[in-house]
């Protein structure tokens, strides 16, 4: 396993073994495919506008892992990079634009990575999970009841 350098995609593994009880993942286009090798934590639906973009969606669900439980098998060199913000990467993959990870650079967290639920291809049932920035729902997109999040604040109600 090697590391090409000190950006995300680089430190991302590649390895060529399966082990049984990874969890199995690709792009859409199957070109890039990973192993996770260890108990998924922070399983998170994150509804800031950064995952909504990257994901085309109103929230982008991921779960973490530590990075070197996280093994890219094929089609390292189909990945590509964008730095969202000071600090954090954001993975997808160069040929069908699949969102794949995230990593921070620094801090209490780096040594983690977080990948795109909706990429797995095992089924993985978490245990528990957490809606986050719910402060940056779109407001087309409905609570459990219903309701927007804009018809919510006009009522004076906070959904979280």
Not at 32 to 42: D, L
Not at 49 to 58: F, I, L, P, T, V
Not at 138 to 147: F, K, M, Q, R
Request: hydrophobic fraction near 30%; glycine fraction near 10%; charge should be neutral.
């Amino acid at each position: 396993m090697s590391r090409i350098g000190h950006n995300v995609i680089a430190n991302m593994h590649p390895h060529t073994t399966e082990t049984s009880n990874a969890l199995l993942g690709s792009c859409l286009c199957g070109s890039v495919r990973y192993e996770v090798r260890s108990e998924v934590k922070a399983v998170a639906h994150c509804h800031c506008q950064m995952c909504q973009k990257a994901h085309g969606a109103a929230f982008g669900s991921y779960g973490s892992v530590p990075s070197d439980d996280f093994l890219v098998t094929a089609g390292i060199e189909l990945m590509r990079g964008y730095n969202s913000s000071p600090g954090v990467q954001r993975t997808f993959c160069g040929a069908c634009g699949s969102t794949l990870t995230w990593r921070e650079s620094q801090g209490a967290w780096s040594s983690w990575t977080s990948f795109s639920l909706g990429t797995l291809d095992t089924l993985f049932i978490p245990e528990k999970h957490r809606h986050v920035h719910l402060a940056s729902r779109p407001c087309w997109h409905l609570d459990s009841e219903g309701v927007s999040p804009g018809a919510s604040a006009a009522r004076g109600e906070s959904h979280q």
